[in-house]
Each structure stands twice: as structure tokens, then as C-alpha cells.
């Protein structure tokens, strides 16, 4: 089936949609009535046909939106893409990667044509066809980092590793849960995590950090993290935090299911051969809790979550402001029945 | 763990009494994964009923997807798996070789890359310099041995001025000193090879006043032979012999017990295994915990270290 393309945006009017098909693919992050961080990672990809970890990396109906959104952040915002010079090398591996992928999992949308180090891409959904010299940065518009994630959704940081340690030192970043490429770029794992509550207490860093130093090439990872965004709007940065913060305070009782998204990012972690680097890639999913609770496992468990989770999580997840009318209106979905495991809808 | 593929012996060639080069080729020629310098990968030999996985250093041009190609010296007083390398393994075996992965790879952000090489310690300059010259970067190769037979990595060595050859027995041993001397600012060191010149190396760089950020060193060694002993583990209650050329990771493999390992060095953590109770001496023979933790003796590497003693007690 061939993919069709939302005309949509992610600012302004948010005319932002999923379909139906988007609501029973979307990453639903809990697999339990509770939550509480845990190392939850596991291989990518490997997950059910259909869903959004079948490839390695997901296209689905926001792409071409989404990319029209990602140009016009950078637009504003520079330095929302930002590549330390050592990193070029990383940035080499990262489109290489993504463009044997895109093109091996969606033949019918990218191609890519490869004679030793003169390389041909073809990206039919944003109209581009583009003849470059691998490792060769004169023959592509902007850097390799630069040029291929303006044409993939979601995040990209890719991490230095020296002294034992992950070093943030170059990122494409415009889809952020209220983070700052400009102001992390340069710093290590732990420095970039400091914010986090709890989480250090809890060790979790720690072995974050030694399981991704003993990942090897070939063996992909992800994890699921969410949060929550008023308005479907890709764009929540700090820098811009004066446009989408005061919208947390247009939520009520009324509006709060359509307005209220659940924003779910599906991280995978990726060792790059050539710089032994690590791509951190960080696609968001949004949707809105009438979505959510379509299906009917969801909205039960999303009441529960909500209503018990720790108050600084709430806070930490941007949510505590909100939090009263967000979980009475999903009480109307949760009947008191028992839950499935796991994260899929039921059938 | 790591991914596996099952290669094919393309070729066998011995560069000195002592040292000989294996190239591994995918059996339908197909790519191999490309990788960084100074990466290695787990070789895996099924040796009777023990089944040996060593770590060695790629030697080969880390962009050369043809095929792979390590560097092994036998060691006769070892635990058996370079001597099963050399004696056993012959051009057409089919062997299970893991996916590659770096725990010595170069600071490219370096203004210039001084490598320091002592015997068997070139094998991972010899895919680093394919690196360093694909990046163009400024270096200093210094390769020290005690004879010129001794020196294998003579013959895969291109020819460069800024290779320098140190062999003791012809009078022009490594000074230290003068090499650390007068290096531009940005310079970064590496050094592979014996505990000894690792020791030397690090020592001379602290009295020059280098940061520790800008050495780095690997000392790929496999678990050493020593007395056999015996742990206990708390949570099934069983006790694994750990005989005297086996290490205790292989012998709780063996014991198909699970455990999680990458280098199998004790260069990379991954198997660090919580100590309930001890009461003898671990040997830490690893690289991964810190003086304080040796000491603390609450935990233990087990691809690497051994123990005398009366009784230890692993959480497993």
C-alpha cells in the first residue's frame, strides 16, 4: 500500500491529524497500569508488521509535514542543527545508514543508487534527486548530518564516545520535548540527563551509560519515552517556550480531548561503523487523548498512569498544571476492567 | 553478548615464529560490516568440550569490507587459545567471529595522534592507520620490540617517515621522554602493549604534565591461567569448579549459566558480577574497576580474575 501524505501543520491553525490507521499504529508507551523509569530498552527493529517498529526507520503519513515543519524551525533557528567538526565523520555514517534503510524498507519511496563512492539518491515524497561523492562534502548542499535529516522525522544526536563517556556533539533538533541542542551540545551523558528527577538516585543513568558503551555495530536498540504537549506541535523548545507555554493555560474540561496529546518518542540507538559514534535518533508521535481512547485498553490505562503518577514526574513531564482535568476526563473512560500486558491495543 | 557471523579462513600467513595472520572472508563473499580503528572482534574456538572466545585486534583496512584479518602471537604459558589458533586452525575452517566493536578508537577532535606500540600491542595501530590516513590527520607511530623477529608487525607497516622502529636488542630502545617532549598542543597518545610500557607511558606522560584526557591505552590480555578454585552462586546454590585454564566466565558459560559479556578483556564492564561474600583474595586481573572497588573486593570481572581463598559468593 502505497503511503498517503496529511497536508497538516504543526503551529499556527495545528491542523494535525492522525487517521485512523495512525491512532492503532501510535507507540502507546505503557505497558502496565503504572509507571516508573526503567532501562526499558530493547532491539530494534523486530516489532509487529504494520507498527512503528517494523523499520528501521519509521516513515508514516506526517512525513512530508513534518518536513515542512522541521524547514521552517530551522529557518527561524539555525542553530537547531549543529555539528562539532569531528563529528563529520559521524554524520557520513548516520545518512548512510538511514539511506540503505529508507530505501531497502520503502522501495517505492527512496532509492538509492550506489557505484563505489558516487552515490544517487532519489526521495520521491519531497521531490528530490540528488547525485553526491560519498565522504565528499563539497558535492552535497550542507553537511551529511544536515542533508539527511532534513528529510527524516524526528531527532538526531549523534554522541562522541571518549573518557568512558557520551558526548552530545552534534544533533538535528526541532521536534524536542522542551530541550536544547544549543544548550547541551558539547556536554556529556550525564550532563545532558542532570535534569531528570530521580532518576539518578535510582542508578538508572549508570547503567544506561555502560549498556550503550558495550553496544556494537549491527545490534539496533530503542526504548519508549513520552510526555505530554498541548496542541500537536512539534517545535517545543525552550527557545521558543514563550509561544507554546502560556497554551498550557487554554486547557479545560471542554477542550482538554482534543487538546491534550500524548507525546510519545520512539529512541533507537544506533553504533556508527566508521567514527564509532552513536546515532540517537528521537521520533515523536503525538496524539490527542480522543485518539488514545478510540481504543478502549488505552484509555483505561492512560487514567490510571495519569491519576497515580509521582507529582514530580507530573512536573518533570509538564503535565502537573493540567493534571486535575486531564485525568477527570479520562475517569469517563476507565470502566474499573482488568488491562492487558503489554502495549498493543486489544484486538 | 554480541552478534555473530560464521567466516570462512581465507588465508593463513606467518610473519614470525612467534605471530601469525589469519584473514577472515564471508563464505559467499559477502560485505562485511566496515568498522573504526582500533576495534576488535571475539573469535570463538570450539576447543572439546570448552569453548574459547578470545578478543583480537582488526589489523585491516577498517573501509575494506572484503574481509577481516587479526594478528595472533602464540603464547605457550597461556590458557591454550592463541596456541588453538596456530596449531588448529588452517585456511578454509569455517569459525564464529562477533561483529566488531571499539574500546581503543582514536580522538579525532587530536591536532596530531602519537601511537605507541610495544610488541603484539601495533595490531590495533594497523587499522588505525588506514584511519589517520583516510582523515589525513598529523601522527607518530613508535613501535617498540625486543628483537627484529620479535617485531611481526614489520611487514605490514608501510613504509613512512613517521614510523620509527625501536628494537632494544639493536641499542635504540623507546625514550619516552623525548617523544612527549615538544609534541603540539591537541596531541593525543595511545599505547598498546605490555602492562609494562602502559605503566611507562602513562607515568612519563603525568611527570610532562599531559591531562589524563589525551592518553589512551589498551591492554588486551586474555584471562591469565592460575590455580583452580571454586565459587559459589547465591540465588540457585550451586558451586562451578573453575579449573586452572579457564577463566570463570567460560566456566559458568560452560555451566550454562547466563551471564552478560562484550570484550571478555575486562576492558568493558559488561560482566561485572556483585560479590556477596569473600573471604580470600580476588584476583582482579581486569582494567574496568577502580583501585577502591578492588579493594572493596564486593565485586569481580569474571571474564578476568581468579581467586584464592576459602569461599566466594557471586550474586547469580
Redesign the interface.
Known amino acids: 500500500m502505497t503511503l498517503q501524505f496529511n497536508d497538516e501543520t504543526f503551529r499556527g491553525d495545528y491542523s494535525y491529524y492522525n487517521t485512523d490507521r495512525a491512532i492503532r499504529r501510535f507507540p502507546f508507551p505503557f505497558d502496565r497500569d503504572d509507571y516508573m523509569y526503567s532501562v526499558n530498552i530493547e532491539p530494534h527493529p523486530g516489532g509487529p508488521e504494520g507498527s512503528v517498529f517494523e523499520h528501521r526507520f519509521d516513515v508514516d503519513e506526517h512525513y512530508v509535514s513534518e518536513m515542512r515543519d522541521r524547514a521552517i524551525t530551522l529557518d527561524e533557528d539555525p542553530l537547531r542543527c549543529q555539528s562539532l567538526p569531528h563529528m563529520e565523520l559521524a554524520g557520513w555514517d548516520l545518512l548512510e545508514i538511514i539511506m540503505v534503510s529508507k530505501s531497502e524498507d520503502y522501495p517505492d519511496l527512496f532509492a538509492l543508487h550506489r557505484d563505489g563512492n558516487r552515490w544517487h539518491w532519489i526521495n520521491r515524497p519531497l521531490g528530490i534527486e540528488q547525485r553526491f561523492t560519498f565522504l565528499d562534502p563539497t558535492t552535497l548542499p550542507c553537511g551529511p548530518m544536515e542533508y539527511i535529516t532534513r528529510q527524516t522525522q524526528g531527532d538526531f544526536a549523534l554522541l562522541d564516545e571518549r573518557e568512558g563517556n557520551l558526548w552530545m556533539d552534534a544533533g538535528m533538533v526541532t521536534s524536542q520535548a522542551d530541550w536544547s541542542l544549543d544548550f547541551d551540545v558539547g556536554m556529556n551523558f550525564f550532563e545532558w540527563h542532570a535534569p531528570v528527577p530521580k532518576a539518578k538516585r535510582l542508578g538508572v543513568f549508570d547503567r544506561a551509560l555502560k549498556f550503550l558503551l558495550a553496544m556494537r555495530q549491527g545490534q539496533e536498540y530503542r526504548r519508549l519515552n513520552w510526555t505530554m504537549t498541548v496542541n500537536p506541535r512539534l517545535d517545543t523548545s525552550p527557545e521558543n517556550y514563550h509561544k507554546w507555554g502560556p497554551e498550557k493555560r487554554t486547557v479545560t474540561p471542554e477542550n482538554v480531548g482534543r487538546k491534550q496529546h500524548l507525546r510519545v518518542e520512539l529512541q533507537t540507538f544506533w553504533r556508527l561503523p566508521r567514527s564509532n559514534a552513536i546515532a540517537f535518533p528521537i521520533r515523536c508521535y503525538l496524539a490527542c487523548l480522543e485518539d488514545i481512547c478510540t481504543q478502549p485498553k488505552w484509555g483505561r490505562r492512560l487514567h490510571r498512569v495519569l491519576r497515580d503518577i509521582d507529582p514530580a514526574l507530573a512536573e518533570y513531564k509538564g503535565f502537573a498544571v493540567n493534571q486535575k482535568v486531564i485525568v477527570d476526563y479520562l475517569a469517563q473512560f476507565d470502566d474499573g476492567a482488568p488491562t492487558s500486558a503489554g502495549i498493543f491495543p486489544d484486538r | 553478548m554480541?552478534?555473530q557471523m560464521l567466516l570462512e579462513v581465507a588465508a593463513v600467513e606467518r610473519l614470525t615464529p612467534l605471530v601469525t595472520r589469519f584473514r577472515f572472508e564471508h563464505p559467499q563473499k559477502k560485505a562485511l560490516?566496515?568498522?573504526?580503528g582500533?576495534?576488535h572482534v571475539v573469535v570463538e574456538m570450539p576447543d572439546g568440550d570448552l569453548l574459547r572466545r578470545n578478543s583480537y585486534s582488526l589489523i585491516s583496512d577498517?573501509?575494506d569490507p572484503s574481509g577481516y584479518e587479526i594478528a595472533v602471537r602464540r603464547e605457550d604459558v597461556g590458557r591454550g587459545g592463541s596456541r588453538y589458533m596456530h596449531t588448529r586452525v588452517a585456511v578454509g575452517d569455517r569459525m564464529r567471529v562477533?561483529?566488531?566493536?571499539?574500546l581503543f578508537?582514536l580522538?579525532?577532535?587530536a591536532r596530531k595522534h602519537v601511537l605507541i606500540a610495544g610488541g603484539i600491542g601495533i595490531t590495533p595501530f594497523l587499522a588505525q592507520l588506514h584511519q589517520i590516513d583516510f582523515?589525513q590527520q598529523p601522527f607518530e607511530l613508535r613501535y617498540a620490540a625486543r628483537t627484529r623477529e620479535e617485531a611481526a608487525g614489520l611487514a605490514l607497516l608501510p613504509k613512512s617517515g613517521r614510523i620509527h622502529v625501536h628494537i632494544s636488542s639493536e641499542g635504540n630502545r623507546m625514550d619516552l621522554g623525548e617523544i612527549l617532549t615538544g609534541q603540539p598542543l591537541g596531541t593525543h597518545v595511545y599505547v598498546c602493549g605490555p602492562t609494562g610500557l602502559i605503566a611507562a607511558v602513562t607515568d612519563a606522560a603525568a611527570r610532562h604534565g599531559w591531562p589524563k584526557?589525551v592518553i589512551h591505552s589498551e591492554a588486551f590480555t586474555s584471562p591469565p591461567p592460575g590455580m583452580p578454585f571454586a565459587v559459589m552462586l547465591a540465588k540457585s546454590g550451586r558451586r562451578i569448579e573453575v579449573g586452572a585454564h579457564q577463566s570463570l566466565l567460560e566456566a559458568l558459560e560452560a555451566a550454562n549459566v547466563e551471564l552478560d559479556w562484550?570484550?571478555r578483556g575486562g576492558a568493558?564492564?559488561?560482566c561485572e558480577t556483585g560479590v556477596i561474600s569473600c573471604k580470600g583474595q580476588i584476583e582482579h586481573n581486569d582494567h574496568w574497576l577502580s583501585r577502591d572497588e578492588r579493594a572493596g573486593q564486593k565485586k569481580i570481572m569474571p571474564c578476568m580474575s581468579r581467586f584464592t581463598g576459602d569461599e566466594l559468593v557471586l550474586d547469580l
Do not use: K, Q, T, W
Open positions: 554480541s552478534r560490516p566496515i568498522f573504526s582500533g576495534a577498517p573501509n562477533s561483529v566488531p566493536a571499539n578508537a580522538d579525532i577532535r582523515l584526557s562484550s570484550c568493558c564492564g559488561r
